[in-house]
C-alpha cells in the first residue's frame, strides 16, 4: 500500500523559513511528478509547487523567488523549502505524488493527509 507522510509544518513569523518534506513508502514501482499543494481555510485546494521525475519545476507566482522545491528520487521524498513566509501563506500543505504501484499497470495522484503551516504577523 502506498502512503505519502508530510513532515516539517508549524507557526513561524512573517519572514521565517520551514522546510516540508514528504516520504513516499510501500510498493512502489516509479513516482513520476510530485508536488506540494495548500488549502486555506474556506478556499480550494491550489498548487504551490510541482516537480518532474527530471527535476523540472514550477511553481505558483505567488511563492516564485520565495519557495524551493526539491526530490530525493533514492529516498522517495520531495521537500518544500518555503522562506520569506507571510501570513497569507498560512494553509493545510498537502503532498502528492503521481505513483505506479509494483505490481500495477498504471499511475494515479496520491495524496498526504496534510502539515499545517500558520505564519504570524
Known amino acids: 500500500q502506498v502512503q505519502l507522510v508530510e513532515s516539517g509544518g508549524g507557526l513561524v513569523q512573517a519572514g521565517g523559513s520551514l522546510r516540508l518534506s514528504c516520504a513516499a513508502s510501500?510498493?512502489?514501482?516509479?513516482?513520476?511528478?510530485m508536488g506540494w499543494y495548500r488549502q486555506a481555510p474556506g478556499k480550494q485546494r491550489d498548487l504551490v509547487a510541482r516537480?518532474?521525475?527530471?527535476?523540472?519545476?514550477n511553481y505558483a507566482d505567488s511563492v516564485k523567488g520565495r519557495f524551493t522545491i526539491s526530490r530525493d528520487n533514492g529516498k522517495k521524498m520531495v521537500y518544500l523549502q518555503m522562506d520569506n513566509l507571510k501570513p497569507e501563506d498560512t494553509a493545510v500543505y498537502y503532498c502528492?505524488?503521481?505513483?505506479?504501484?509494483?505490481?500495477?499497470?498504471?499511475?494515479?495522484?496520491?495524496w498526504g493527509q496534510g502539515t499545517q503551516v500558520t505564519v504570524s504577523s
Open positions: 516537480i518532474t521525475s527530471g527535476a523540472d519545476t
Open positions: 502528492s505524488a503521481n505513483i505506479r504501484p509494483l505490481y500495477i499497470r498504471i499511475s494515479r495522484d496520491y
Open positions: 510501500g510498493t512502489i514501482f516509479s513516482i513520476n511528478d
